[in-house]
Structures are given as structure tokens and as C-alpha cells.
């Protein structure tokens, strides 16, 4: 079965411009997540969605970020206006109830 | 607040010798434990999980990790590494009733051949 896809892998842009992230998890999965990771430190959690519906998203740092959930489809996380501090790794990750994680490459984001 | 941490953050090693991570959380409460791996450009996979029952738990690649509930620990083992398993490894936590993972800061394994 196709795994979880991210695009892109690698963005680069500038200080205030927005970019939107894309997760596509594996077809079924109602569970999608996204984590992210800053700088060589810890992998964090940023929000959960259940199909459509956000079910947390404690971990979203500030509200320069918008996860959506398309029809309980695909994701995306928008950064708008996005800062240096936002350089980083987004990783999205999906799973059936009761089962693990199946994480996706990640996309690598820089912002100059 | 929950933390997970991994006291190694870079590991060398020569091929065949023995590895243990470590890996110690801090919360109190029944929790969920897991390695996972990233290969050099690759996706972070599972290397194994604890849920319950054995405390000695048994993944992939000849890879194994020992639940310690006293210790709040969960240290990864392998008797002899290869250079294929150079990459970097997370051990996460998932609290009861939470679907979230808290994850270490993770370290990165370099086997020389």
C-alpha cells in the first residue's frame, strides 16, 4: 500500500511569505497527525485530526499556523506569515484506531 | 510537564560492538513506549513498542528494549551492530488517553565499518 506522502520535501522562503504544507495519509487512516521538529532538538506534536475534525491541537505553536483537513482526506498546514523560528521538519504521520503511527519523509522547511 | 529523554546524543561504534540507548520519561501514569528509526533520508519507522505484558520487548532488526517501571526507563539494545543501522533513533511516550506521542531529542548512530 502506498505510505504516507508529504510535498514538498524542501522549502525555502523568505521571512513573512506563507507556504502550505501537504500530507496525504494513507487511504482509510482517520487518524492524521503533525509533529514537527526545530533545529536538532526533540520531535514535537502540533495537532490531531479524526477524519474532518481537530481532535488536539495543544501543540500548535501560535496562530500563524492553520491545519486543515479536507473532507477528512488529505492535510495541510499553513504558515502565514511564516518567521525564522519556523525552520524546521514537519513530519505528518497516520493511523487506523488502535494501531501505530506510519510516519511520512517529512518536508523540510526554510525560511531565510 | 511530561518529558522523555535520551541521555546519548551521539553514539560511535564500531561494527559488532554491543549498543544501549537510553531512554528515561518522566511521567507517572500508564504509558505507551516506543524506538523508532530514520535512516539517512528516510522516513521514521517503528523499530518496536511496548503496550503491556513482557517487559523484554523483541523488534526489528534484531533490535530489543527492556521496560523498566521503576526506573521510568526504556533503553534500547542490540548485541552487535552493523553499518547499516548508522541513523538517528527516537523513543517516544504515549500517555493514557492521549492519541499524541512526546518524543526524545534523539540520537544520532554512527557504526564504522
Known amino acids: 500500500e502506498a505510505g504516507v506522502t508529504q510535498f514538498p520535501s524542501h522549502s525555502v522562503i523568505e521571512k513573512g511569505q506563507t507556504v502550505t504544507l501537504r500530507c496525504d495519509p494513507i487511504?482509510?487512516?482517520?487518524?492524521l497527525y503533525w509533529y514537527r521538529r526545530v533545529m536538532g532538538k526533540e520531535i514535537k506534536f502540533l495537532l490531531h485530526?479524526?477524519?474532518?475534525?481537530?481532535?488536539?491541537e495543544s501543540g500548535m505553536p501560535n496562530n500563524r499556523f492553520l491545519a486543515e483537513r479536507t473532507g477528512g482526506t488529505y492535510s495541510t498546514l499553513k504558515v502565514q506569515p511564516a518567521e525564522l523560528e519556523d525552520s524546521g521538519v514537519y513530519f505528518c504521520?497516520?493511523?487506523?484506531?488502535?494501531?501505530?503511527?506510519?510516519f511520512g519523509s517529512g518536508t523540510r522547511l526554510t525560511v531565510v | 510537564a511530561q518529558s522523555v529523554s535520551q541521555h546519548n546524543h551521539h553514539v560511535i561504534l564500531s561494527e559488532a560492538a554491543s549498543l544501549e540507548l537510553g531512554c528515561n520519561y518522566s511521567?507517572?501514569?500508564?504509558?505507551?513506549l516506543f524506538w523508532y528509526v530514520q535512516y539517512p533520508g528516510q522516513h521514521l519507522q517503528l523499530l518496536l513498542k511496548?503496550?503491556?505484558?513482557?517487559?523484554l520487548v523483541k523488534g526489528i532488526k534484531g533490535f530489543e528494549a527492556e521496560f523498566i517501571k521503576s526506573k521510568f526507563s526504556f533503553n534500547l539494545r542490540k548485541p552487535s551492530v552493523q553499518w547499516s543501522d548508522t541513523a538517528e533513533y527516537f523513543c517516544?511516550?504515549?500517555?493514557?488517553?492521549?492519541?499524541?506521542?512526546?518524543f526524545g531529542s534523539g540520537t544520532r548512530l554512527q557504526v564504522q565499518p
Open positions: 511521567y507517572g501514569g500508564t504509558v505507551n
Open positions: 517516544a511516550v504515549k500517555r493514557t488517553g492521549r492519541r499524541a506521542l512526546t
Open positions: 485530526f479524526v477524519k474532518e475534525s481537530k481532535q488536539d
Open positions: 504521520a497516520s493511523s487506523e484506531e488502535g494501531h501505530g503511527y506510519t
Open positions: 487511504s482509510g487512516h482517520d487518524n
Open positions: 511496548y503496550f503491556s505484558g513482557d517487559p
